[in-house]
């Protein structure tokens, strides 16, 4: 196999894994810190049992994070090295201040928080977890800053064959980051809520605890709704704006393969990219416009007018991303967060009615839930980054012309098999671990949990 | 100050405190399965790192962020051309940092034990190849006129660098050890530490003795003053600390290993100097501070963000040091 497709697979690989871990920290860490502090303002032990109930699921997930974080820093040197000389004197720097500003605040003040229960006051250790979840916002924004450079470069000048920074505020205000930021930390809330709406249901079901379960499944709906809406909200923003940012993967996405005036929106679609067109499809007439434009007419352009477009600035070359990827994982999303408000709404439904222990359907509901957003997250991310393909910088350099000079396919098939099968191993001992932690019965009582 | 001159320093400097902080997590992971017999004594061994150790990696992502934000063709260069060393370094990470984290979550000996085992190789694996690693920095490696490294994983492992990460393993055994007799409170584990300290830190001077006089020999050793300089302060350091704790000045005998691994960074990067990796095929493909670099826009930026930000790293990490900083017992077990 050739060095570019196994260094993709790695890449697709290490990255997705590492992004389960993502979101559940940035909006862990914010219930768990939120938790605390009511304990603080409310002397309710309760919440003290809560914050370290969930706080041990955190810490469980967060180890995982690290570990693959460490790779994604390594990464770009190891198997991009002609990308990362072609854009490090941009892409490098928020790279270095995420750690800098992030990962040592993140690392010491959650290493305070896990051995300072005895040694410190209870409000400046409730304050060490703002700290983490605070901090696990400052890494994604740096994170996001980067890839929002290869979505949309801003503030660079083209010399001695590299680009090169010539304004990081540009990069700082990049329209791409101001709405992908918002959405990724809505999600993260999102992973959150349903991840402990979700256990808690889990809980209920076999009958534990009744009343600290219940406690911790209200408090998760409304960070399930809260990051539900917001992310589909900005979601929606992304899209109108990636009309004009990028509109080969808005095309790709909806699988638009002549343009049309007003545009319909496929449903589902039997793709044939060899031949270029849909054999099959479900249209709903206009809406694609509408959810364009706001409005049921507007012209929507197509994959085929867009790659002579593109051929015509570019240079030969086939500039069409992978379609069906595209058009399923955008839907695999979009379907997800659908269920995602419905849930949300019956779960607040049901607790404003003190009715969720009695409803088993609604519960197990809840407890499959939890695989909602790491459904979504994973699309999204499959959608953004398969979307901007062939480009690894959109518009400035392909994806096959950043891969490594000095590394060899033996090389990386090596490492892809190493990274499987231990995030293999790990996977299994995370899910068991999490399922230990979560599901059981809590002592009452200002007892340890 | 050059601005290049001023990032080859602050990368030093990041690797001078990875190699001091990571280097004692390092080293308490090495002597594990030696100095703790129970598992209530390896809990102790691993609860005395406990609230450090990930606050310690972060120097090392540090400093391969600042390598790309800095120098990306350093970057890139390095971290394609050891390929495979740094994916066994990614794997000892990724082990290392889960064991620890769930070693004690399951009350089941096979459970702890594996992970015990994979903490030790997770442990020493990083340290003899990062003892590789700054060898090949020493003589530099093959790298053609397109800054392109054309060699494989057993182009860097020569007898010089093998040395050089056995260097490192011992080093940092011994720099562990003194960690633990200044952190263990208890007293059967650092009577253990206490035999293992002298017996390491003998045979670790004479390997580095030998790795020293190798590296006068066929590398640019000598040729710097500064380099020549920290590694007479790097030998008389790590004289003083097995002298001293001998002398059970265990406090003192850790400083100075502190100071000897600082030197030790400072005398590989006073070798490089200005270069960032050398090429063995010509000295003129070898990587400097000045063909690697960024632009100077960004250097700007960075320098900014670095001088702001290092303090209050040092500043916090310093309090965590502080707050932690009695003796672990069997009564204070998180990990």
Redesign the interface.
Known sequence: MDVVLLSRLQFGLTTIYHFFFVPLTIGLTLMVAIMETMYVKKKDEHYQQMAKFWGKLL??NF??G???G??Q??Q????W??Y??F???????P???????A???E??????W???WE??KPALHAACMWIVALASCVSAFWILLANSFMQNPVGYVI?NG?A???S?LALLTNPHLQLQYPHVIAGGWATAGFFVLGISAINLLKGHNNAFFQKSLKFATVFALIGALVSAGVGHAQGQHLIYEQPMKMAAAEALWETEDPAGLALVASIDEEQGKNNFEIVIPKLLSFMVYNSFDGEVRGIHELQAEMEAKYGAGDYVPPVAVCFWSFRVMVGAGGLMIGLALLAIFLTRKGKEVQCKYSLTAMGLGIALPYLANSGGWILAEMGRQPWIVYGLQTVSEGV????SST?VL??LV?FAL?YTI?AV?DVY?LA??GVRNVKTGAEEV | MELNVLWFILIGVLFAGFFILEGFDYGVGIMLPFVSKTDEERRVVLNTI???W??N??W???A???????F??W???????F??A??LI??A???R??AI??RS??DNLTWRKTWDILFFIGSLLPALLFGVAVSNFLTGVPIDA?????G?LFTLLTPFTLLGGLVFVLVFAFHGCLFLSLKSGVAEINARVKAYTSKIGLVMLVAVVAWVVYAALITGLLSSVLAIGATVLAALCLIGALVLQAKNKNGLAFAASVTAILAVTVMVFGTMFPNVLISTLNPVWSLTIYNAC??P??LK??TI??VT??PI?LL??GW?FW??RKRVTKN?L?Y
């Open positions: 810490l469980i180890a995982m690290v570990v693959t460490i790779v820093e390594f770009f040197g190891m198997n090295s002609t990362s000389r854009v490090g004197d941009i892409f490098g720097a790279l270095a201040i995420e750690a800098l500003f990962f040592f605040l690392s010491t003040f959650l290493g305070i896990i051995f300072g040694k410190l010399n590299r090169e920074m010539d990081f490594s000079v000095a590394v090389e090596i490492s190493g231990i790990l001992v671990l230990k932690f | 406990g609230p450090f990930d606050g990696e972060v090392l992502l540090t391969g962020g600042a390598i790309f934000a800095a990306p063709n970057y890139a260069t390095l971290f394609s051309g390929y495979l740094l994916f990614l794997l990470l990724i082990v940092g889960v984290d769930f979550k399951v397109n800054m392109e490294f054309v494989n960024s632009s826009y960004t930026i960075m963000v670095a930000l290092v790293v916090y990490q965590s707050m932690f204070d998180h």
